[in-house]
């Protein structure tokens, strides 16, 4: 059965992080999920925009909402901050008829029709576990990892605050531990699992991000990863891209492949590399996929 989805890309995916798109284009279409990438939709304002113009960035939110009531579909999305951005003017409008109605009239002046409050929004990485049987997914699965030690690393923007996701979230969340053990991995528990990745502090605390990023990488490596995945493209730049700056900052080597979950799941359903993107990484996993026998 075919699932369709408003694909809500994000800015990263379309721009640093395209081997992120690929992936998750490649896995979908495997499972027979349909990503309909969302035309008029506009980068979701993030945090900057929610604090500094709270009631225009719901007017954006809800305009990307509208377009996928118009599509007739929720929206999936690959990106942390995305997700809660949206996430969270989702269940604003949701919960308060009265702010809902002043949104749909700033629509009605820019010529936009209200939103009905009908859409969800998914991360596609709920979408594997939640939307898809565990028994389909596990037959695409062609070349398991075999054992390999898979640090799953969340990110904050997909688990807090718990109440305004579709999903599972904070404590709870176990959607990368079960798309590893699925893959034939074993996930990593280490203490950075939960924590930023340092990306929004990147401009304002350049130091700091760096830190953090040795700190989550180094967590997982000490405690037996073999390589990282994030559900998120901007913990992919920071955890991934920036890797090798931190280890500058910090003056140590870390050296933990880091990629996005649908490159790993896309890797394990041996769909091609190039496909997949992993020419792109910072820190190529090829090494430690090669030697369990999935590239």
Same mark, same amino acid.
Request: with cysteine; glycine share 8%; proline share 3%.
């Given at each position: ?31 027979? #999920? ?29 305009? #990307? ?8 579909? /929720? #929206? ?25 109605? %002043? ?6 002046? %820019? ?19 939640? /939307? ?49 053990? +699925? ?7 280490? /203490? ?11 401009? %304002? ?28 493209? +901007? ?5 991934? %891209? ?20 649908? =490159? ?11 496909? +997949? ?10 090494? =430690? ?7």
């Amino acid at each position: 059965m075919t699932m369709n989805f408003a694909y809500y890309i994000g800015c990263a995916a379309q721009q640093t992080q395209k081997e992120a798109d690929w992936a998750a284009e490649a896995v979908c279409e495997e499972l027979g #999920i349909k990503l309909h990438r969302m035309k008029k939709a506009t980068c979701c304002g993030a945090v900057s925009l929610r604090e500094t113009k709270p009631a225009f960035a719901l007017a954006v939110a809800a305009r #990307i909402f509208v377009e996928a009531e118009e599509m007739g579909m /929720d #929206i999936a999305t690959i990106c942390n901050t995305c997700l809660q951005t949206l996430s969270q003017a989702n269940h604003r409008l949701k919960n308060d008829d009265e702010l809902l109605d %002043s949104i749909n009239e700033v629509l009605k002046k %820019s010529g936009v029709a209200p939103y009905k409050g009908t859409v969800k929004i998914k991360h596609l990485a709920w979408v594997m576990v939640d /939307d898809v049987e565990a028994d389909v997914l596990k037959s695409k699965i062609k070349k398991p990892l075999n054992g390999l030690r898979v640090a799953p690393f969340y990110g904050c923007h997909s688990l807090r605050p718990a109440e305004i996701f579709e999903a599972e979230a904070g404590e709870k969340a176990k959607h990368l531990e079960t798309l590893i053990e +699925l893959m034939g991995g074993n996930p990593v528990r280490f /203490d950075g699992r939960d924590k930023c990745c340092g990306f929004h502090v990147m401009l %304002s605390d350049a130091k700091e991000m760096r830190q953090m990023v040795f700190n989550n990488t180094t967590s997982a490596k000490e405690a037996g990863a073999d390589v990282m995945i994030t559900p998120c493209t +901007l913990c992919d730049m920071a955890m991934g %891209s920036y890797q090798g700056i931190a280890e500058k900052s910090v003056g140590k080597k870390v050296g933990l492949p880091e990629m996005n979950f649908a =490159q790993l799941l896309g890797c394990a359903m041996g769909l091609d590399e190039k496909r +997949l993107g992993l020419n792109r990484l910072h820190v190529s996993p090829r090494p =430690q996929l090669v030697a369990r026998g999935v590239l």
